[in-house]
């Protein structure tokens, strides 16, 4: 434990920020450059929060990476306005919505001012709905470069646990896992692997500690906050906020089984995630049946700061909705499924034995599907992913290799299920016989066709973003006729909730008739997000999470120059 962690409570500050993921570390970052006395609270031992456990994508249009990869015209920011505007509609006011377009890309740039992380274009990842009006196909992601973590020295230990492990100095980037879920069907898939392996020999060799995707957004914001002398107190947990007169004047906070009260004279911000963890308001507000055990959102996310602003009398929105995914839940932990979906050889069907989706869907709108099933008696929970042989042979499946048998206790626990036949599987997951054979045949012929009449699978292109080139005629497409079969089951889960706390274009909190909570601010997963109920593209959770921390703390400091 280093002396940084040995953090003293005090007893007033200008702004207390809590939680340390990408919203509030962000937050506490530009409030320090503006002059602030700042102190960010977190309520785990680590930071970077679900940041941390994220691909690490950023959706910002118009974003300077963007702009060095030659991928930003002067269409751009009209077009970005219009898929927003297209896509969101109503549910989130447009001036929100407008803000974080107009304002997304000078957050980029203060980030490369005051942190080592970098950013770079993911080449070809679609945004999510590119067909929409201003929907763009060659997508407008960026990533975060991979990073020598040293400098951090012994804070690194504080970074938050990764969602899956890997190898120290295994370099994975968003770009390099569309290439090997492909397993050899590419020569691109090996190469990645090849290249990725040697580069770990010689950081390893060079005394390097390489991190990327989440980790290393997180890494250099938190280096940015050590430049920047922000405090961080860990293991202090947000219990209540302090009301005075109808403004909230600080926080209080549990640490180390005692309970302190912080005044904060300029305003607090809350950036502490959502409350997937929280099963009590899972049940309360999100589409049932639902779980804790579904979501890859950090343990530590339950929900405190969205209660404590609805103590305060905050008005709430999106509570129904999430970061869903189609997730496979293995014994050692749930698996968010990406690539595995959209591959050829693979359906998903319901408790009837029929496909009801196109399974290539970007995530948040597979669920939707899901849960659709509720509403019509046919349940989709759990659902079941038909494959076979062949697609085990060839692709990259849950983390495991082309060819790699499945682990004895999946099949053990039955997530997954196997059989020489799809009349016998289609028992084994109780489903009906003839439905299950008659949705594989008429797959099977969509297949040799190329042409999805149900669903249309395999036309967006999105859809062919994490699907296979060297297939024809549709690369999302191919028969499931190779034994023997498997069925992997399928359910709702997460990367965190949607819904919390309402606020308006400066990240400032509002109550149900509209008014401005004085001196609270939300950005992240504990306020309403400004993608309403869909998913403009990978990073569109990271990007609205770091733009309204930053605008928040801009806010506060705007206010402290100007009181009137």
Same mark, same amino acid.
């Given at each position: 434990?280093?002396?940084?962690?040995?953090?003293?409570?005090?007893?007033?500050?200008?702004?207390?920020?809590?939680?340390?993921?990408?919203?509030?570390?962000?937050?506490?970052?530009?409030?320090?450059?503006?002059?602030?006395?700042?102190?960010?609270?977190?309520?785990?031992?680590?930071?970077?929060?679900?940041?941390?456990?994220?691909?690490?994508?950023?959706?910002?249009?118009?974003?300077?990476?963007?702009?060095?990869?030659?991928?930003?015209?002067?269409?751009?920011?009209?077009?970005?306005?219009?898929?927003?505007?297209?896509?969101?509609?109503?549910?989130?006011?447009?001036?929100?919505?407008?803000?974080?377009?107009?304002?997304?890309?000078?957050?980029?740039?203060?980030?490369?001012?005051?942190?080592?992380?970098? /950013?770079?274009?993911?080449?070809?990842?679609?945004?999510?709905?590119?067909? %929409?009006?201003?929907?763009?196909?060659?997508?407008?992601?960026?990533? &975060?470069?991979?990073?020598?973590?040293?400098?951090?020295?012994?804070?690194?230990?504080?970074?938050?646990?990764?969602?899956?492990?890997?190898?120290?100095?295994?370099?994975?980037?968003?770009?390099?896992?569309?290439?090997?879920?492909?397993?050899?069907?590419?020569?691109?898939?090996?190469?990645?692997?090849?290249?990725?392996?040697?580069?770990?020999?010689?950081?390893?060799?060079?005394?390097?500690?390489?991190?990327?995707?989440?980790?290393?957004? %997180?890494?250099?914001?938190?280096?940015?906050?050590?430049?920047?002398?922000?405090?961080?107190?860990?293991?202090?947990?947000?219990?209540?906020?302090?009301?005075?007169?109808?403004?909230?004047?600080?926080?209080?906070?549990?640490?180390?089984? *005692?309970?302190?009260?912080?005044?904060?004279?300029?305003?607090?911000?809350?950036?502490?995630?959502? /409350?997937?963890?929280?099963?009590?308001?899972?049940?309360?507000?999100?589409?049932?049946?639902?779980? +804790?055990? @579904?979501?890859?959102?950090?343990?530590?996310?339950?929900?405190?700061?969205?209660?404590?602003?609805?103590?305060?009398?905050?008005?709430?929105?999106?509570?129904?909705?999430?970061?869903?995914?189609?997730?496979?839940?293995?014994?050692?932990?749930? @698996?968010?499924?990406?690539?595995?979906?959209?591959?050829?050889?693979?359906?998903?069907?319901?408790?009837?034995?029929?496909?009801?989706?196109?399974?290539?869907?970007?995530?948040?709108? %597979?669920?939707?599907?899901?849960?659709?099933?509720?509403?019509?008696?046919?349940?989709?929970?759990?659902?079941?992913?038909?494959?076979?042989?062949?697609?085990?042979?060839?692709?990259?499946? &849950?983390?495991?290799?082309?060819?790699?048998?499945?682990?004895?206790? @999946?099949?053990?626990?039955?997530?997954?299920?196997?059989?020489?036949?799809?009349?016998?599987?289609?028992?084994?997951?109780?489903?009906?016989?003839?439905?299950?054979?008659?949705?594989?045949?008429?797959?099977?012929?969509?297949?040799?066709?190329?042409?999805?009449?149900?669903?249309?699978?395999?036309?967006?292109?999105?859809?062919?973003?994490?699907?296979?080139?060297?297939?024809?005629?549709?690369?999302?497409?191919?028969?499931?006729?190779?034994?023997?079969?498997?069925?992997?089951? +399928?359910?709702?889960?997460?990367?965190?909730?949607?819904?919390?706390?309402?606020?308006?274009?400066? %990240?400032?909190?509002?109550?149900?008739?509209? *008014?401005?909570?004085?001196?609270?601010?939300?950005?992240?997963?504990?306020?309403? &997000?400004?993608?309403?109920?869909?998913?403009?593209?990978?990073? &569109?959770?990271?990007?609205?999470?770091?733009?309204?921390?930053?605008?928040?703390?801009?806010?506060?400091?705007?206010?402290?120059?100007?009181?009137?």
């Amino acid at each position: 434990m280093s002396a940084r962690d040995e953090v003293t409570l005090k007893d007033t500050v200008d702004v207390v920020v809590v939680g340390a993921g990408g919203a509030g570390m962000t937050a506490a970052l530009a409030a320090a450059r503006n002059g602030l006395d700042v102190l960010l609270v977190e309520k785990s031992s680590y930071f970077g929060g679900s940041t941390a456990r994220s691909g690490g994508g950023v959706w910002i249009p118009g974003n300077y990476a963007l702009v060095k990869a030659g991928q930003v015209d002067e269409d751009d920011a009209a077009a970005s306005r219009t898929y927003l505007d297209s896509i969101v509609g109503d549910v989130v006011p447009k001036l929100r919505r407008d803000t974080y377009l107009d304002r997304g890309p000078e957050v980029m740039e203060f980030l490369k001012e005051t942190t080592p992380v970098r /950013f770079t274009w993911v080449p070809e990842y679609a945004d999510y709905l590119p067909e %929409a009006p201003g929907g763009r196909a060659r997508g407008r992601t960026v990533e &975060a470069i991979p990073l020598n973590a040293k400098f951090l020295g012994p804070e690194l230990d504080r970074l938050h646990p990764p969602y899956g492990k890997a190898p120290a100095n295994l370099i994975i980037t968003q770009a390099d896992y569309r290439k090997i879920s492909l397993g050899t069907r590419t020569i691109k898939g090996p190469l990645v692997l090849i290249r990725a392996t040697l580069m770990r020999l010689l950081t390893l060799l060079l005394g390097k500690k390489m991190y990327a995707m989440g980790n290393a957004i %997180a890494i250099g914001l938190r280096k940015g906050l050590i430049d920047a002398d922000v405090p961080v107190s860990y293991d202090t947990e947000l219990t209540d906020l302090v009301i005075e007169n109808g403004r909230v004047v600080g926080v209080k906070v549990l640490k180390d089984g *005692s309970s302190t009260e912080i005044r904060a004279t300029r305003g607090v911000i809350l950036g502490s995630g959502g /409350f997937e963890k929280n099963l009590e308001m899972r049940e309360k507000f999100q589409p049932q049946p639902t779980s +804790i055990d @579904w979501t890859t959102g950090a343990p530590t996310n339950q929900g405190g700061g969205i209660l404590a602003g609805i103590a305060a009398g905050a008005q709430i929105d999106l509570m129904d909705d999430s970061w869903w995914g189609p997730t496979i839940p293995l014994p050692n932990g749930p @698996w968010f499924c990406l690539a595995e979906r959209n591959l050829p050889g693979s359906i998903i069907v319901n408790a009837a034995g029929k496909r009801y989706m196109n399974e290539a869907l970007p995530y948040v709108e %597979a669920v939707h599907e899901i849960y659709k099933g509720e509403e019509t008696g046919i349940t989709h929970v759990p659902s079941w992913m038909i494959i076979d042989q062949r697609y085990r042979n060839r692709y990259l499946f &849950a983390g495991l290799g082309p060819r790699q048998p499945f682990p004895g206790r @999946w099949l053990k626990e039955g997530v997954i299920r196997k059989a020489s036949s799809i009349a016998k599987l289609a028992e084994q997951i109780d489903v009906p016989v003839d439905a299950l054979t008659a949705t594989v045949e008429r797959f099977n012929g969509f297949a040799v066709t190329g042409v999805d009449e149900d669903f249309g699978r395999g036309e967006s292109a999105y859809d062919q973003y994490y699907s296979d080139p060297t297939v024809k005629p549709n690369p999302s497409l191919h028969t499931i006729d190779q034994g023997p079969f498997y069925a992997v089951k +399928i359910v709702p889960g997460d990367l965190g909730t949607k819904g919390g706390l309402v606020t308006d274009e400066r %990240a400032r909190v509002l109550r149900a008739d509209g *008014s401005v909570i004085e001196g609270l601010y939300a950005a992240g997963n504990c306020s309403s &997000a400004v993608m309403g109920n869909t998913y403009a593209g990978p990073g &569109a959770t990271i990007g609205p999470a770091m733009t309204f921390g930053y605008l928040a703390a801009l806010d506060i400091a705007q206010t402290a120059k100007d009181p009137a």
